[in-house]
């Protein structure tokens, strides 16, 4: 289990602004300039336990995007992915279809039996993405009435930042592989 990556800052230094802070977005607004301290990409495999293999990519140079959070599993009898940009539906390919039929397939998961959807719109209403932190909160509220441990945890949260430190670890040593403390 481990991790090799790359990390990239673009822009060295941009302007620095006046007063408080305006987001990502903001346009500047002071006249001086200061040092960037964080990266624009990150580029990393993975290799875990399983012996399966991952890719991960995070920009904020990705020309286009709005909102890209794509998650992509592809495995032997079949593929499934999500895009936040496409909040409301999933893309899955069953590879055991025969071939003349076999093919992606979009998913539209706004029916009343699809999880979270049984309290909103009528089925066909897609949901935004403010609802999702309603989501958050319920899945939270209801974890904690019931007595079970919160999803995701605060180990869960662990493990993550685990992996995260093994990426910049990787990145600064540019190495090729750099073990995942358990």
Do not use: M
């Not at 977005?25 to 580029?43: I, Y």
Request: aromatic share 8%.
């Amino acid at each position: 289990v481990g991790v090799s990556a790359l990390t990239e800052t673009f822009v060295r230094e941009r302007p620095v602004l006046e007063g408080a802070s305006a987001g990502l977005a903001a346009g500047g607004g002071g006249s001086g300039r200061g040092p960037v301290t964080v990266d624009d990409a990150a580029l990393f495999t993975a290799r875990f336990a399983s012996g399966a293999l991952g890719s991960f990519e995070a920009t904020r140079f990705a020309t286009g995007r709005k909102n890209a959070l794509r998650i992509e599993l592809n495995g032997e009898k079949g593929s499934l992915a999500f895009d936040l940009e496409r909040l409301n539906e999933l893309s899955f390919h069953d590879h055991t279809e025969p071939g003349v039929t076999a093919g992606f397939r979009r998913i539209l998961v706004t029916e009343p039996d699809h999880p979270y959807l049984e309290a909103w719109w009528p089925p066909g209403h897609g949901l935004g993405y403010e609802h999702t932190f309603v989501h958050q909160a319920r899945d939270l509220v209801r974890a904690v009435a019931a007595g079970r441990q919160p999803e995701p945890s605060f180990a869960e949260g662990l493990r993550v930042q685990r992996v995260l430190a093994a990426v910049e670890e990787s990145a600064l040593k540019n190495s090729v592989y750099t073990p995942i403390p358990v």
